[in-house]
């Protein structure tokens, strides 16, 4: 975990850094915005994960853990669903109505609505992606 | 649903496992959450798209054999070379890398089942799917294609100049595509973050997946702005707003900040994934580890992180960029990468290179991202891209980095093809393919870069007051050509494969991480059994308990000219 | 493993290893030998396919590209060198396993600190060159307001208000420059962003809608150099051409005095460029790079 956290805060802060840096000097706005954006976004998971960095002992990932340390349940993960597909359907929908009229919107959005919704059932009644 | 349990030691290798029982064929295709066949499904997509891509390239260079050509029309040719670059850059070569390769391996080389949302993974590939198809789409509808070039630029892009749905379509395309590859960033971080088998410590993965990480992040924090600046963009062609319009108070120039802060860690975004590939395949064929480990991986978070700040290396001719900061911090990206390359022939040296078709691939890399990478560094200095922007010159330079992309993709196909199918793909075939792509790239740019030193613009249909030019461009025809014909030779061995054999076995290779350690093709959430990891080389240590250990020569200066002598004690 | 994807080598013995090592440091060296005095005469300096050009900036500007050429060239053929070398090199010989080197430290810093120094250096060289490139002059003795449009150039002539050439396309409006005298040329767009770019002058600069660039010109070598539009700006844009002719300083300012209009102003400067140019034969068409002007 630790590992992960330095990766991102390091990340963020270079670019943070460089972001203070270049708006000082050259005082433009819309490349300053995005680079101190950019860092705040490095930073933020990064302290997410550092904060349970400190929290939790090491993950048999983190550590010269055998590799029956990991034996046992690592997740339930969803052997086939047909609801993506009906989502990236409804999305593109969506995206064809930008062009072609607001009409395909009619169909997009309820797609789009009951995909979301039997994918949340789906999750629910197996337990989906717990992990 | 799948319930999963950790295999529990190598020793188990008939481990009893629930095969999947999913739907089969089409249904099984539209259903699937599992990443091997999700990352196929990419590969194969993107595979299309680069011959989709490159036949827009084939006609591109016919056009420009004669000075006048007649092949299309002016108004053809912008549409074509539009869709050319958009093709290659949006729907074939980031898609290839983080959503095909990396989807299949990234999950097996840490040792997970699967990738940490596989719905969404799912989604990914629909999404990227259905973002191809309406990109294409513009050439059906009234207007034709996008023809604002693959960077979009504004006001060219607005309501007045290209009026046509073709736009919008490409728009559409954009924000399809910007999400699927999101969602994927979002999958590679966090199943790389959480899934790791036990002892597969950060600084013990694979240098590719070190790689999809970093690219997963880089997505991560490139992306979203362009997905902004694009909505702005619909928003000023549909809604009525001026941010992109000088006439009525807006600035052009945002647009330019806004897709280039996406466009150049894009540009790593599409290359760090075949960084990694070339980085698996050195070492294994030269039997050695990957020289300075450690170095390439802080190599390649310090391209990543000086990636966000050069973006306006793109825009040293508006006259309106603080020069000396992007050109210095372009300058200080060329280290990392020149580390890399060192590394790389290291990991060589003093090796025992056997020269398969992917050991070839990855050479070529090599030879033709270096001409890339020196002539990227000249761009670098702003007296010397005033000199050459907008010419051929630029146009060869991102060819030789795109074309060694290409090289480096059909080695991570000629590598890792026997571990997805089982079978080999034709040596033979393979290591023509290989002349003629490797030969074809240079012949394809080195006249470039002359035609752009004699002033040839970039995007000209014709060139009609420079008959002198015709030479050099039908020499870089030929070359183009020599391009198409590698890859049609490729769709021969991969369909000819189909019917051989699978005689791979899990580890042709005497390769080094966890995907060669399962069956080829690996079986329903990838493994039966697992080794204890120790290293970065999982599978090496358990087929090689009693190899020489590794060593830092620390103490030995002569060892670079002498590492024969300890090659086989 | 599979069969026949190698061919096997014989295993050389320590001693020819041993020669061949010294054989290439001696190769080396006489590379080094022969690539000296090169580099240390600047009249033999090949151009690596650009030319000097016609003003200050321009062979400037060809100067800093040969010595990014020679870096580049060494760097690059030292690196490709090796990876061939390696290549060919240690190709295998037995089913061995070789030396497991992962890591020699003094090499990692070394490769990692010289290329730091290059890129330091050509960072300086670029400065060098870069400043005088886009600083402006205070009082330029002669102005010129470029303004780009889809797909066609308008020249005009500041305080000289009758004076202006509109063409579009193929009619290659003329655009007339001093020679020997500071030319600021502000550069503008009417509708999409343009490219400015004079091959003769080794430099491009973007004509856009909003925003007026001004870079200052000093021409030093009288013709006239057919240029065109770089930046993709719709259906016509390999047809926007222009032309831009130098004519000694004495005869633009008289011309810009007599002229009535555009036009007239144009035929004089081109028989200004004729006169001109029948003296100095050599120089009236140099697109070609036969230019013989080593600065």
């Known amino acids: ?131 | 649903m799948v319930d999963v349990l950790e295999p529990q030691t190598a020793a188990h290798d008939d481990h009893g496992h629930d095969e999947h029982h999913g739907p089969s064929g089409i249904m099984n295709w539209l259903t699937s959450t599992d990443h091997k066949v999700i990352g196929l499904n990419y590969t194969v997509t993107s595979i299309i798209m680069l011959v989709i891509g490159g036949a827009f390239a084939m006609l591109i260079r016919a056009q420009l054999t004669t000075p006048n050509g007649s092949v299309v029309t002016l108004a053809q040719y912008n549409e074509l070379f539009t869709m050319h670059g958009s093709v290659m850059i949006y729907l074939f070569a980031g898609p290839f890398a983080f959503g095909g390769l990396a989807n299949y391996m990234v999950p097996i080389q840490i040792g997970a089942p699967d990738m940490a949302f596989p719905r969404l993974n799912a989604l990914s590939y629909w999404l990227y799917l259905t973002g191809s198809i309406t990109m294409l789409l513009g050439f059906a509808v009234a207007g034709g294609a996008a023809n604002f070039g693959w960077v979009g630029y504004a006001p060219l892009s607005d309501a007045l100049n290209a009026p046509g749905a073709g736009a919008d379509l490409w728009i559409g395309a954009l924000l399809l595509t910007g999400f699927s590859a999101i969602f994927t960033g979002v999958n590679l971080v966090a199943t790389i973050f959480y899934l790791r088998a036990p002892g597969m410590t950060m600084f013990r993965m694979p240098i590719f997946t070190w790689n999809m990480l970093v690219t997963g992040i880089l997505i991560l924090l490139a992306f979203p702005v362009l997905t902004a600046g694009l909505v702005m963009l619909y928003a000023d062609r549909h809604f009525g707003t001026h941010i992109y319009d000088a006439n009525h108070g807006g600035v052009p120039i945002l647009w330019q900040n806004i897709f280039w802060f996406w466009g150049h860690p894009e540009v790593y975004i599409l290359a760090l994934p075949f960084f990694g590939m070339v980085t698996e395949i050195i070492p294994v064929f030269s039997r050695k580890p990957l020289f300075g480990y450690k170095g390439m991986v802080f190599a390649t978070i310090a391209i990543a992180a000086l990636s966000t700040g050069v973006w306006a290396h793109h825009m040293f001719t508006t006259g309106t960029v603080l020069l000396p900061f992007f050109s210095f911090m372009t300058y200080l990206i060329s280290i990392p990468t020149g580390i890399k390359f060192f590394n790389w022939i290291g990991s060589m040296w003093g090796g025992q290179i056997r020269f398969t078709a992917a050991m070839l691939f990855a050479i070529g890399f090599l030879i033709t991202f270096l001409i890339g990478g020196i002539t990227g560094i000249i761009l670098a200095s702003p007296p010397l891209d005033f000199f050459t922007h907008d010419t051929y010159f630029v146009v060869a330079h991102f060819h030789s980095v795109v074309m060694a992309l290409v090289i480096g993709a059909m080695a991570g196909l000629y590598y890792w093809f026997p571990k997805i199918t089982g079978r080999f793909l034709n040596e033979r075939i393979g290591k023509a393919q290989f002349w003629f792509l490797f030969l074809g790239s240079t012949i394809f740019t080195m006249p470039g870069y002359l035609l752009g030193l004699k002033g040839m613009p970039r995007r000209m249909a014709v060139y009609t007051l420079h008959p002198e030019w015709q030479h050099l461009n039908t020499l870089s025809s030929v070359g183009a050509w020599m391009i198409g014909f590698s890859t049609i030779l490729f769709v021969i061995n991969a369909v000819k494969t189909t019917r051989s054999p699978k005689t791979a076995g899990p580890n042709p290779w005497d390769a080094h991480t966890l995907e060669w350690f399962t069956t080829s093709p690996p079986p329903h959430h990838n493994f039966y059994a697992l080794p204890n990891i120790r290293s970065e080389r999982p599978t090496w240590d358990y087929y090689h308990p009693d190899a020489p250990a590794l060593t830092h020569d620390d103490h030995d200066p002569s060892h670079m000219p002498n590492a024969a002598k300890g090659a086989t004690k | 493993m599979l069969e026949g994807v190698n061919d096997p080598v014989d295993n050389p013995g320590s001693g020819l290893v041993r020669s061949r090592t010294s054989r290439t440091r001696r190769n080396l060296g006489l590379a080094a030998l022969v690539l000296t005095p090169l580099l240390l005469s600047s009249c033999t300096v090949p151009g690596f396919g650009a030319a000097s050009g016609v003003t200050d900036a321009s062979h400037k500007t060809y100067k800093l590209w040969q010595g990014f050429m020679i870096t580049g060239l060494i760097v690059g053929g030292l690196t490709l060198f090796l990876i061939v070398y390696a290549a060919l090199r240690y190709r295998r010989k037995s089913d061995a396993i070789p030396r497991q080197t992962q890591y020699v430290t003094w090499i990692e810093i070394l490769y990692t600190v010289i290329p730091t120094i290059i890129v330091g250096v050509l960072f300086y060289v670029t400065i060098v060159v870069e400043n005088p490139e886009v600083a402006r002059v205070a009082h330029p003795p002669a102005k010129i307001n470029v303004v780009a449009f889809q797909w066609g150039w308008r020249f005009s002539y500041p305080g000289y208000p009758n004076i202006s050439t509109v063409g579009q396309t193929t009619q290659n409006p003329v655009m007339v420059m001093p020679v020997g005298e500071t030319d600021a040329v502000t550069l503008t767009s009417l509708d999409v962003i343009h490219g400015f770019y004079v091959k003769e002058f080794n430099y491009s600069e973007y004509a856009q809608p909003g925003v007026t660039n001004r870079f200052d010109v000093h021409v030093d070598t009288v013709g006239s150099y057919q240029s065109q539009c770089t930046q993709l700006c719709g259906l016509y844009h390999s047809l926007m051409y222009f032309k831009v002719v130098a004519i000694p300083a004495a005869d633009y300012h008289a011309c810009l005095t007599s002229a009535s209009d555009g036009p007239t102003f144009v035929a004089c400067a081109e028989k200004a460029l004729a006169t001109a140019g029948s003296q100095m034969t050599a120089n009236v068409r140099p697109t070609q790079g036969a230019l013989s002007h080593h600065g």
């Open chain 1, 1 to 131: 975990m630790k590992t992960e956290a330095r990766l991102l805060i390091g990340l963020g802060v270079f670019v943070l850094i460089m972001g203070i840096v270049y708006g000082i000097w050259s005082k433009e706005l819309s490349g300053t915005v995005m680079l101190i954006g950019t860092g705040i976004l490095g930073i933020f998971p990064g302290l997410y994960y550092r904060y349970w960095s400190k929290r939790m002992a090491g993950r048999p990932e983190d550590t010269d853990a055998p590799v029956d340390a990991g034996a046992g349940f690592i997740g339930s993960f969803p052997g086939s669903s047909i609801w993506p597909f009906v989502l990236g359907m409804g999305c593109w929908l969506m995206v064809l109505a930008l062009v072609f009229g607001s009409w395909l919107a009619v169909i997009a959005l309820p797609t789009i609505t009951f995909a979301l919704a039997g994918a949340t059932a789906e999750g629910r009644r197996g337990g989906a992606a717990s992990h």
